[in-house]
């Protein structure tokens, strides 16, 4: 069983920048690939990003290539996602989930197993 929490939300006008960090408790953080979602209101939560095991490879929705960048510290159990130039529709509850499958990395929210809590983030025009 994994817990994961989110944290780095907040209030931030339209060009700005956030830092979300995921910390996740349990012995087999490395093991997992690690995703992040959001999800605005009255709306399907949505892939932002996903990193693989060892960091290796990344993967980002077209809305947010170029502008935010996931990262993971495996010693540290936490991932990571910069977002940079945030945009009124970026915001939404961010969620981190880990993937537990020995599968490439997926980009469903059904296929994820563990989830946290979310954190909001808000960007102002």
């Known amino acids: 069983q994994v817990q994961l929490v989110e944290s780095g939300g907040g209030l931030v006008q339209a060009g700005g920048s956030l830092r979300l960090s995921c910390a996740a408790s349990?012995?087999?953080?490395?093991?997992?690939?690690m995703g992040w979602f959001r999800q605005a209101p009255g709306k399907e939560r949505e892939f932002v990003s996903v990193?693989?095991?060892?960091?290796?490879?990344?993967y980002y929705a077209g809305s947010v290539k170029g502008r935010f960048t996931i990262s993971r510290d495996n010693a540290k159990n936490t991932v990571y996602l910069q977002m940079n130039s945030l945009k009124p529709e970026d915001t939404a509850a961010y969620y981190c989930?880990?993937?537990?499958?020995?599968?490439?990395?997926?980009?469903?929210?059904?296929?994820?197993?563990?989830w946290g809590q979310g954190t909001q983030v808000t960007v102002s025009s």
């Open positions: 989930a880990a993937d537990s499958g020995y599968f490439g990395a997926r980009q469903r929210a059904s296929d994820y197993d563990y």
């Open positions: 349990g012995r087999t953080f490395s093991t997992y690939n």
């Open positions: 990193i693989t095991r060892s960091g290796g490879s990344t």
